[in-house]
């Protein structure tokens, strides 16, 4: 798989950091597909008092399938990205039994890709979304794209999901209290992949203390979980990776 410059990227995180708007979110998620040469890119919000609420490149015929047949109760990529907290590539769940298969090659002939990879979204009152990128390639191909370009895609997964919630479903709450020192330390490592034993063994303290650090710079951010706290100081701009 071939990817454009990087530099792009940039603007167009600008201008979704810009979007005041649905359809501004729609924009960003072409310009995102076409950025990263894949077939498809989307955002599907799938638990709030809203209802369900998508953002994504999938053709309209394929939305209006998944619809009319009720795929939303056998696809194994939501049911199985519900049990999991960190990224997933859809190689690792489970794809059997005959009303599954059948799913699969229905989305395989409407263009959707056969491989896939989605982050799983979670918010205060039992928000559920989920951020997924497909595409045709070999499996070879897949692993190096997904090793390569997983941060980036954590983080504008977390950041569209924060600008969708403002648009589509709950406002997200303003938290103007600042992360101490050692908590951004702490959220910025677990960010970058750290397990919590490496977290306190690089910042020299004990797992105990890490978990107050974590508790209470959940509260600050307003966080209904470890990954939502880390989603929200990034896409604030607390910390960095």
Request: hydrophobic share 40%.
């Amino acid at each position: 798989m071939n990817v454009a410059p990087p530099k792009r990227l940039e603007a167009i995180l600008c201008a979704l950091e810009g979007a005041s708007n649905a359809k501004d979110l729609q924009v960003a998620i072409i310009e995102l597909r076409d950025f990263f040469r894949v077939a498809h890119l989307s955002y599907h919000l799938v638990s709030t008092g809203g209802g369900p609420y998508d953002i994504s490149t999938y053709p309209p015929r394929w939305t209006a399938r998944y619809i009319e047949k009720d795929y939303l109760r056998i696809d194994p990529v939501i049911l199985g990205c519900r049990q999991r907290l960190h990224p997933v590539d859809w190689q690792r769940l489970d794809w059997s039994g005959k009303a599954v298969l059948a799913f699969a090659q229905d989305a395989s002939e409407h263009g959707i890709g056969r491989q896939g990879y989605s982050v799983p979204l979670w918010g205060p009152n039992g928000q559920f979304a989920l951020f997924s990128i497909t595409h045709d390639c070999d499996d070879a191909a897949w692993a190096h794209f997904t090793g390569t370009y997983r941060h980036k895609l954590f983080l504008i997964a977390h950041y569209f999901n924060e600008k969708a919630r403002q648009f589509g479903a709950e406002p997200a709450h303003a938290n103007t209290r600042a992360l101490s020192p050692r908590e951004a330390d702490a959220l910025t490592l677990l960010a970058l992949g750290y397990r919590r034993a490496q977290v306190a063994d690089t910042l020299s303290i004990s797992e105990h203390t890490l978990r107050v650090y974590i508790e209470t710079a959940r509260a600050k951010l307003g966080a209904h979980n470890t990954v939502h706290a880390v989603a929200r100081a990034l896409s604030q701009g607390r910390i960095a990776i």
